[in-house]
């Protein structure tokens, strides 16, 4: 029992690093951008967002359209804010990088041009706007910190294949620790909701599996 203690963390280790340096595996490529904005919508009040067309893109966003195979940008149809988020997928003779460093100008072009005398209070969302990137995917987000958090939320999940979760990415970035150990164990032998784990502190204990 000891020894399958001490060897499944190391295979599930070994395993998940090779994951960290393979590109895209866990993200889908398959997902309408349309869709992908409807679910978003349903984080947000989403009856007081309006499309953008291509002419706004290419006028008032300075955006060069060809970048992108689809896309979708929404903004505040009754200027009470600057809530405002977009979701673009690279064309296929696009490389990723032109689509963020494309979406970065855009943020870093209404920082510039913002007059202070315009809804300042609105002003620390421009600031804070973020930018998330997911395989061919690029989403930015001017929201408040929640809303922000909760748009992000919904991207990921409608772009992360069935049973599939961000714990490769956590664990790219943490170290690998017995409680990231157990965490992956119960998520992928049980296929127990990621909410449920996080919500039961005592499965990290390291006393549930072995």
Not at 62 to 67: A, E, H, V
Not at 143 to 164: C, H, I, R
Not at 173 to 202: C, E, G, M, Q, W
């Amino acid at each position: 029992m000891k020894t399958i203690r001490f060897i499944i963390p190391i295979v599930l280790s070994a395993l998940l690093l090779a994951s960290c340096s393979s590109k895209n595996t866990n993200v889908r490529d398959d997902v309408a951008v349309s869709d992908i904005a409807a679910a978003v919508d349903t984080r947000l009040e989403a009856e007081n967002f309006a499309s953008m067309n291509e002419s706004y893109l290419k006028g008032a966003m300075k955006l060069d359209t060809s970048l992108f195979k689809e896309y979708e940008v929404k903004i505040n149809a009754f200027g009470a804010n600057i809530d405002e988020y977009g979701i673009f997928k690279a064309a296929d003779n696009t490389g990723i990088k032109d689509v963020e460093k494309a979406v970065r100008d855009y943020l870093q072009m209404r920082l510039d041009t913002w007059m202070e005398e315009y809804m300042p209070e609105e002003k620390p969302k421009l600031e804070a706007a973020e930018t998330v990137t997911m395989g061919s995917y690029v989403m930015y987000a001017i929201l408040s910190e929640e809303n922000k958090a909760n748009v992000f939320e919904e991207f990921k999940s409608m772009l992360t294949p069935p049973g599939k979760t961000d714990i490769v990415n956590l664990y790219c970035v943490k170290n690998a620790t017995r409680r990231i150990s157990n965490f992956i164990i119960l998520r992928y032998i049980f296929h127990l909701p990621v909410k449920n784990i996080i919500d039961r502190s005592h499965y990290f204990t390291g006393r549930f599996l072995f």
